[in-house]
């Protein structure tokens, strides 16, 4: 029947099922064909047509790099039948190191910025295999995984690379099929592998211990994961949401301004799009403590600089651009992969089993493939033997043979050799009748034959293929792997810190400019009084250590500002630094307005409602208020004492029930007044006046005065002396005090003021940060108005800037204390620890002093 009188044949189709079948046949082409990974390669089809197509065509990482367009047109010609535009962008994305964890492609060229800038055509970039992607098409060539043809069925392609690291948790992956998605992010190679060895040793290992290895994610582009519940939902249930910051921290220019500055962005974020949103939110004045934005990125790193006006505070400004910016972002995780074709929503534990079962795979089929070819190398040379052994028999039936195909039959019949082995045997060249030859036949064959029993072994021995996959996993994390990017904060919920945290006492330092570090107290070491000391902080040009406590690492540091306001950290939480280290800017731990500084120290461990506080202000101002009015924090702050203007916080104790408080100014004067005459107060109120000051003189110092103490006091060119506080009369608040020093134009103004016991130590400080640690029973003990003796050699253009307390040991502290007396303890809880502490530092004497020595030369004894 011709075509024009052919009948067409109309069939009745309900229109819901063929949609069905049509749109779930679609669907599942999606998915399988394009969309998601495979969970043995992490590859979609697209990236393993790609790298396959440039291994083929010969484009490795020894060889020079070719156009782009000419990968992409093989791609397109053999393996992918899809737009150039598709397979290019892929290759793109394969290329960029802010993408791709481990990228997969060499690029040359522009291959687009993490600024969002499009990259070049294909026809000016150049390419090649990257390293690590030969690591995935490793042993490809030993039948170690499947074939299946191409689309017009002409070649062969791969349907999945033996991948010898795990692609899919290292480089991630990201698609959207119908009705599913996909967004797995990327990891870090060594501790994926880590975390692979793990489960391969303890199949059974919890998410807690193979989070042990692996942590979590680890973005190309650095940036902070907050918290770690996310991940573990992640790795638990296969989804999970991340929160992912930008790394920022706050300069001082030299100026006194402030500048914040952004080093490291959340993954997948726009650069040039997160500093257009930042001058909007400017604009829009949302933000109006920013003065100047710039980007000052490089090829050596990436620097926004956000200048802040001085009015503002850095650390609510960065609060306010991880919250209207894409500085914070959400990451949410779904490690869904295909399985057997079929996808799965998969759990960390399972996508490494998959692999690990995958790889065992790839080793027996690679040595079933390897134990083939020695067989038949070996089934070979036996046949050489048998002919080196009858040469001349063999040789006069080759000669004796019409033509080839009866000498083949004559020597078959003859040795029983195989067809290939009298194939060979004929091929053989007459060198190799030589001796020598005969010794490499031999040679070879007694190599091969502990090969294919090596190999039979392996076959046979399943824990030695589990070695074999952790040894050539373990020699990629040595040749590829590197360091992690991503840090993983802990959130509070997440973890209580000082569970990691070892109890020790610590010097906290704070210097005038804001610089604040912790070091071991055993750092220091005890020197007579009028030695010189060891250099303690290495300064810039005219700062100095203003304050010095001793704490536990788990205790408060409650800091108090000179504009009345109280802020909270936790000791472990200040910054670690040398003896020699100028320490961290206060700036970057407290949100400081940028005329505020720290006025006053108190550390606790607890807030006890019947312990009190008493606030000294610069102009003579008195308040006591309760401790636990302060057992909060914010983390701007919250207010300690309201003053008027132009007044400032000086000194902050604690005090009890009938102790007695002694106020020092700097012209010398002192007054002694009971604690009872300054009556309990609300946390945001003014006080009372507990020392009347004039002209230019001011409130010093306040300490509380227990009964059997004495009074140092210290002038700024080192000239100090103890006087009995009973020396002192008892007066009523308010007054002007009586005289403790006699102050002189050469000895200076009073610098510093405590409260001693003979059993205390004091540590005193100059401008230029020399520190000497001398004991309170070798200071002279002197009369209220005399001028003192020299305590501390200074320098001509030094001067002392602080002192501080600390205990000397328990021994002594009971000796002197007797029952009924207060000790010293009240206004800071780190010396009593000290004291705990001394038995511990006596063994590291000896080794402070022979560093000491060796830096100065020779010890200065008493003067």
């Not at 995984?145 to 990201?174: A, I, K, M």
């Not at 680890?218 to 992640?234: C, E």
């Not at 990436?302 to 006006?309: A, D, G, N, P």
């Amino acid at each position: 029947m011709s075509e024009e009188n052919a009948i067409t044949q109309v069939l009745p189709v309900d229109i819901e099922q063929e949609l069905s079948t049509s749109f779930l046949a679609y669907a599942m082409s999606v998915i399988v064909s394009r969309a998601l990974p495979d969970v043995r390669d992490g590859l979609k089809p697209v990236h393993r047509r790609i790298l396959y197509a440039m291994n083929e065509s010969g484009l490795t990482p020894t060889r020079a790099h070719k156009k782009s367009a000419w990968t992409v047109g093989e791609v397109i010609g053999k393996y992918h039948p899809h737009g150039d535009a598709a397979v290019y962008d892929t290759m793109v994305r394969m290329a960029q190191d802010f993408s791709m964890r481990a990228p997969l492609i060499d690029g040359h060229g522009n291959f687009g910025s993490v600024d969002g800038d499009s990259p070049a055509a294909m026809r000016y970039t150049e390419s090649r295999l990257a390293r690590m992607a030969m690591e995935l098409l490793r042993d490809l060539d030993k039948e170690t995984v499947d074939f299946g043809p191409n689309y017009d069925e002409s070649l062969t392609e791969p349907l999945v690379l033996p991948s010898r690291y795990p692609n899919l948790l290292v480089n991630g992956s990201n698609g959207i099929a119908v009705g599913m998605a996909t967004n797995i992010p990327p990891h870090n190679l060594g501790e994926v592998i880590d975390a692979t060895t793990m489960l391969i040793d303890n199949p059974e290992a919890s998410v807690e211990e193979l989070m042990k290895a692996l942590p979590g994610p680890d973005f190309p582009t650095g940036g902070m994961i907050m918290g770690r519940d996310g991940i573990r939902d992640a790795y638990t249930t296969g989804r999970g949401s991340l929160k992912v910051r930008g790394k920022a921290h706050i300069e001082q220019t030299s100026t006194g301004r402030t500048r914040i500055i952004i080093t490291e962005i959340p993954y997948q974020v726009n650069k040039s799009k997160l500093v257009t949103k930042i001058a909007e939110l400017v604009r829009e004045k949302k933000l109006t403590e920013i003065s100047d934005l710039r980007d000052e990125s490089d090829r050596k790193g990436m620097r926004i600089v956000v200048e802040l006006k001085q009015s503002c505070i850095p650390q609510v400004v960065l609060n306010k651009l991880y919250k209207h910016t894409s500085l914070e972002t959400g990451f949410g995780v779904i490690m869904l992969a295909l399985v057997d074709g079929v996808p799965h929503t998969l759990p960390l534990a399972q996508v490494l089993r998959h692999y690990v079962d995958f790889q065992r795979e790839v080793i027996v089929r690679r040595t079933r493939y390897d134990l083939d070819k020695a067989e038949a190398r070996a089934h070979i040379l036996d046949g050489y033997i048998i002919a080196l052994d009858n040469i001349d028999e063999v040789i006069r039936i080759i000669r004796d043979s019409a033509d080839d195909v009866e000498a083949k039959s004559r020597l078959i019949e003859r040795f029983a050799l195989s067809e290939a082995q009298t194939d060979a045997i004929l091929e053989m060249r007459l060198r190799r009748l030589t001796g020598l030859e005969r010794h490499k036949i031999e040679e070879e064959l007694a190599e091969l034959r502990d090969k294919i029993a090596y190999y039979k072994k392996v076959l046979a021995d399943e824990a030695l293929q589990f070695k074999i996959i952790k040894d050539e996993l373990g020699e990629i994390k040595e040749k590829h792997g590197n360091k992690r990017r991503t840090e993983i904060t802990a959130a509070a919920k997440d973890l209580d810190v000082e569970d990691l945290i070892a109890e020790e006492d610590m010097v906290v330092t704070i210097t005038k400019a804001g610089y604040v570090k912790r070091l071991p107290v055993a750092t220091y070491r005890q020197q007579k009084r009028g030695g010189k000391g060891i250099a303690g902080v290495n300064l810039r040009e005219n700062d100095f250590v203003e304050h010095l406590f001793i704490s536990s690492t788990h205790d408060y540091v409650l800091f108090f500002s000179t504009k009345g306001k109280v802020y909270r950290l936790k000791v472990h939480e200040l910054p670690v630094g040398s003896r020699h280290a100028r320490g961290t800017a206060a700036v970057n731990l407290l949100p400081f307005e940028t005329d505020e500084k720290i006025a006053a120290v108190i550390t606790t461990r607890e807030f006890s409602p019947d312990e009190y506080l008493l606030f000294a202000t610069k102009t003579g101002m008195v308040k006591k208020t309760a401790l636990k009015e302060y057992d909060r924090s914010r983390r701007d702050g919250i207010i300690a004492i309201h003053m008027r203007d132009g007044d400032e916080l000086v000194s902050v104790r604690r005090v009890g029930a009938g102790q007695k408080v002694m106020m020092v100014s700097a012209e010398g004067k002192a007054i002694k007044w009971d604690e009872a005459d300054a009556r309990p107060m609300g946390r945001d109120t003014m006080g009372v006046k507990g020392m009347t000051v004039r002209g230019d003189d001011f409130v010093l110092g306040m300490e509380i005065a227990p009964d059997g103490s004495e009074l140092f006091v210290v002038t700024e060119r080192g000239y100090g002396k103890r006087t009995p506080v009973m020396e002192y009369p008892l007066q009523k608040r308010g007054g002007m005090g009586v005289k403790t020093i006699a102050v002189t134009a050469k000895k200076g103004r009073l610098a510093g003021m405590k409260i001693v016991m003979a059993f205390h130590e004091l540590m005193l400080i100059s401008e230029e940060g020399v520190v000497i640690r001398v004991k309170a029973e070798d200071i002279s003990k002197l009369g209220r108005s005399t001028q003192g003796v020299k305590v501390m050699n200074v320098g001509e253009q030094d001067r002392v800037s602080a002192i501080a307390r600390v205990a000397s040991t328990k021994k002594k502290r009971v000796a002197k204390v007797g029952e009924g007396q207060q000790t010293l303890v009240e206004d800071e809880t780190a010396a009593a620890q000290a004291a705990a502490a001394e038995d511990r530092e006596a063994e590291a004497e000896e080794l402070a002093s022979e560093e000491f020595d060796e830096e100065n030369g020779e010890e200065n004894g008493e003067e």
